[in-house]
């Protein structure tokens, strides 16, 4: 019986409404977790803790309310307290939107944002990393998180990212670093711990493999950064490194 009305739920309702329905239930949800030991800087609300996650559980992951996890929450401290992301004239292309990301980047006036995925469904428009569909020199900055893993072609991908990035502009990237592996595996038919489809496990040569796509990279350790005691309080994680990659000359 539950499996007939998950069939009808399915039929009846867009992905995207559905997806819609799901973050709404977060939202309740946050209610019953309100406090003021930890602070989510996506939905801006105070909690008594974050919530666990994932197939292997981790503590502290999702925000009660907005349901994004410790990557989501450096990405937005990151872009809101250490670039010009909140005030300057950008344009922004933002690869497989998280939900309350995109909520809120498309809500900013200073942006001119896109966010593009392989499925129009999860995104504002259909777009392949691989063979992006803007012109050469187009976007000030690019999101690209925990994407480059579910890419057949990386080298492909890392080239289009060139292209469309502007010569001064930012390609924002974030990947699972799996901390046993020196050098990135590559295979078919692999799963993450989320049970989505991987093409790789990157390991710790992947800012070589960013470089060797033609980027200048730095690597961001955002809760090292604000120390144990923020990092806590904002949920951040551990590991959850941003690699800022600007075009090399
Ligand atoms: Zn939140």
Do not use: W
């Not at 944002?113 to 063979?131: F, K, R």
């Not at 796509?213 to 990092?231: P, Q, R, S, T, W």
Request: charged content about 25%; some cysteine; glycine content about 6%.
């Amino acid at each position: 019986m539950l499996q007939i009305i998950k069939k009808i739920y399915k039929t009846i309702l867009s992905e995207k409404t559905r997806i819609k329905l799901h973050h709404t239930k977060f939202f309740i949800r946050g209610f019953f977790y309100s406090g003021s030991k930890v602070t989510c800087v996506c939905c801006n609300k105070n909690f008594t803790k974050f919530l666990p996650h994932g197939n292997v559980k981790r503590q502290n992951a999702v925000c009660p309310s907005c349901n994004t996890l410790e990557r989501n929450r450096v990405l937005y401290l990151y872009l809101r307290d250490r670039t010009n992301f909140i005030y300057d004239k950008l344009s922004v292309l933002h690869f497989a939107p998280e939900y309350k990301l995109e909520q809120i980047f498309r809500k900013r006036k200073n942006l001119t944002y896109i966010s593009g995925d392989i499925n129009p469904e999860l995104a504002m428009q259909q777009v392949d990393i691989q063979s992006i569909g803007f012109p050469d020199n187009h976007f000030d900055v690019i999101i690209c998180s925990h994407v480059l893993g579910h890419v057949p072609d990386e080298f492909k991908a890392l080239s289009e990212l060139r292209r469309v990035v502007k010569p001064d502009g930012s390609v924002i990237i974030m990947t699972k670093i799996y901390e046993d592996l020196s050098a990135t595996f590559e295979a078919s038919g692999m799963q993450n711990a989320e049970n989505q489809e991987i093409f790789r496990k990157h390991g710790k040569d992947f800012p070589e493999r960013l470089k060797n796509g033609g980027f200048e990279v730095a690597i961001i350790d955002l809760a090292k950064e604000v120390g144990n005691l923020a990092a806590a309080k904002y949920g951040l994680g551990e590991n959850e490194l941003i690699y800022l990659c600007k075009r090399k000359a």
